[in-house]
């Protein structure tokens, strides 16, 4: 879960920005918006990753531990 609360504690740096885009219309805090965007999206892609090789892990260890027909 320390990949879930990474994802969550990266957001809430955002808010400030949202709220001086979307409520106060703050064209500044727009390109950081997106630069923020951006963090975000690199971040997933790496958990995404991550997934996918303990995912691959683990399918290795199921087929090890299983007996060959």
Do not use: C, W
């Not at 994802?7 to 885009?21: C, G, R, V, Y």
């Amino acid at each position: 879960m320390d990949r879930f609360q990474e994802m969550i504690d990266l957001m809430q740096t955002f808010k400030p920005d949202f709220e001086k885009f979307y409520e106060k219309g703050n064209k500044s805090a727009g390109v950081r918006l997106r630069k923020h965007m951006a963090t975000l999206k690199r971040k997933a892609q790496e958990i995404r990753n991550e997934v996918q090789s303990v995912k691959a892990k683990m399918v290795e260890e199921e087929a090890k531990g299983s007996p060959s027909a």
